[in-house]
């Protein structure tokens, strides 16, 4: 296999995961990496490991740098299975070794893979010399599990993140400056949107953490996509930018319709908004993809949303929107509610809850109509989309 060179002494000896097109619900259409990296020093540490279909990826390319039997340390910044299902089998071929995480990692360690891996704890600031290179140990409790832990490399910059920084990006490309710079911003959008924007106020604390730390960033190598090389602080920046909840003036209408008379409210809603030269993203849900929606939201300043009744609530697609969007808790926008009916409402109602129970500020008045709606009440329809737009820019 072919030798990833980080710096001098630090190598990628991860796996490409080109085929995967869903990540537990995350749509990953352009597949994804399984970061490992090898330090070879005077004592050699493997931080993280790969899923466990790859694990013989991961142990050929370490073979290529060092035997297995030498390596002093394996440290497991995050138990998820993507990064730690390897970590068998790499401890009976460096059966020498230490394995290192923070108190919850080795907790669950233990619940994954049994209580005879003998596992030794770290906290923020303890440190491991392997030579030349020394290791600092940086707990992120939540970003995104309460086990997760940054690793860094105190003499070149390195910052070892797991899953903070990422992007679900398969790429025969191992660096930012070598792949597409809109693709790689697209996924690194999607990447925070879906998995790390519940987590806004932590990551601000632990980017401010970093810096009074003193470290420099030189290199951020996270455990999906690509490493950052040439500007990490752009990657940085942006997690601050999406965690403060700096918005656009941008609607995002997601909706759903069962024989069209929601798709027209929709419609002529986002044209009563574009009147007001503000950007409208539009989504039919069962024609798209949840995982973009979601990113499309992350800087909007109002979501709109839409569904006829059935059985006295909504289509099942928006509650499973709804659902998903109030557990990513996205911070300071405007919701508000449109839809249809035969002989009986109830949808609006119950979408209206479920944002307010949510903590989400909702619009003071939606829009409901019967059947097919009428020239008359397409007009009401527009006019709601002028009431939403001058609203979100006051």
Known sequence: MVKVEVIDGVYWVGAIDWNIRDFHGYSTKRGTTYNAYLIHDEKTALVDTVKYDFSNELIGRISEIAPLGKIDYVIINHVEMDHSSSLLKIAKKAENATILATQRGKEGLFKHYGEALAVKTVKTGDELKLGKRTLRFIEAPMLHWPDSMFTYVVEDGILLPNDAFGQH??????????????????????????????????????????????????????????????????????YLKWSRGIHKDKVVIVYDTMWGS?????????????????????????????????????????????????NNTMLPSVSAFLTYITGLKPKGKLWAFFGSYGWAGGAIKKMTKIVKEAGFEAHDSALELQYVPTKEELEKCFSFGEEIAEKIKR
């Open 262 to 310: 929601t798709d027209k409210i929709a419609r002529k809603i986002a044209q009563g908004i574009m009147k007001h030269e503000i950007a409208v993203k539009f989504y039919k849900l069962r024609a798209s993809d949840l995982t973009e929606i979601v990113a499309e939201i992350l800087d909007a300043k109002a979501v709109i949303v839409g569904s006829p009744t059935l």
């Open 169 to 238: 990006l398969a790429s025969s490309q191992r660096f930012d400056d070598e792949v597409n710079e809109e693709i790689l911003m697209d996924e690194a959008t999607k990447y925070y949107a879906n998995i790390l924007m519940p987590f806004g106020s932590l990551i601000i604390r632990k980017i401010q953490e970093l810096k009074q730390m003193g470290l420099s960033l030189n290199v951020i190598a996270p455990s999906h996509g690509v490493i950052w090389r040439s500007n990490p602080s752009r990657i940085v920046e942006a």
